[in-house]
T-cell receptor
Framework: LAKTTQPISMDSYEGQEVNITCSHN???????ITWYQQFPSQGPRFIIQ???TKVTNEVASLFIPADRKSSTLSLPRVSLSDTAVYYC????????????FGKGTTLSVSS | GAVVSQHPSWVICKSGTSVKIECRSL??????MFWYRQFPKQSLMLMAT?????????EQGVEKDKFLINHASLTLSTLTVTSAHPEDSSFYIC?????????????FGDGTRLSIL
């Protein structure tokens, strides 16, 4: 079973900031939080990963509170091309450990 | 960055034929690769874990005789769908992580669309 819960869908407009929150109440001490983006007929693409506090890269920020029971992916100033499914996953960072996907959040960006 | 390549990207074939899908890690070695299946408007479902030099581990409900997995080298895993039928039509995706760098994320191939007529 997936370890995460996230909204099924979200709508936004171009130029807005989008925050997608993921709940992972049973996260383990060794688990990391990873977000992937998937476009239709493509494999998931890595966005960002973190363990605690805040992580930022060129495309997104990841906010993780101290209790680590949730996390928020922040996409600044979305564009139409950000329309995709976003998956939040938790798991250990070991090469031999599979990622188990939940349902993901379908983000629709309109002009 | 790390890249996982899948081939072919699209296959259409007749019912009863076998289809082989390749998954390659292009710039890193992977002792373990993973195979997923995704039906339309659904999430990815883990099918099996492919282990280099040993037998694959299949998830519950996945027929090992139907989906043959071979991981003969540190950069190549293959999934063969044997005697494929229309219900096997799906989007198959592989993934891998550099076994020498646990701090790196898992990377996914771009998937193979399998259509059985």
């Amino acid at each position: 079973l997936a370890k995460t819960t996230q909204p099924i869908s979200m709508d936004s407009y171009e130029g807005q900031e989008v925050n997608i929150t993921c709940s992972h109440n049973n996260i383990a001490t060794n688990d990391y939080i990873t977000w992937y983006q998937q476009f239709p007929s493509q494999g998931p693409r890595f966005i960002i990963q973190g363990y605690k506090t805040k992580v930022t890269n060129e495309v997104a920020s990841l906010f993780i509170p101290a209790d680590r029971k949730s996390s928020t992916l922040s996409l600044p100033r979305v564009s139409l091309s950000d329309t995709a499914v976003y998956y939040c996953l938790v798991g250990v960072r070991q090469a031999g450990t599979a990622l188990i996907f939940g349902k993901g959040t379908t983000l629709s960006v309109s002009s | 960055g790390a890249v996982v390549s899948q081939h072919p990207s699209w296959v259409i074939c007749k019912s009863g034929t076998s289809v082989k899908i390749e998954c390659r890690s292009l710039d890193f070695q992977a002792t373990t690769m993973f195979w997923y299946r995704q039906f339309p408007k659904q999430s990815l479902m883990l099918m099996a874990t492919s282990n280099e030099g040993s037998k694959a581990t299949y998830e519950q409900g996945v027929e090992k005789d139907k989906f043959l997995i071979n991981h003969a080298s540190l950069t190549l895993s293959t999934l063969t769908v044997t005697s494929a039928h229309p219900e096997d039509s799906s989007f198959y995706i592989c993934s891998a992580r550099d076994f020498a760098a646990d701090n790196q994320p898992q990377h996914f191939g771009d998937g193979t669309r399998l259509s059985i007529l």
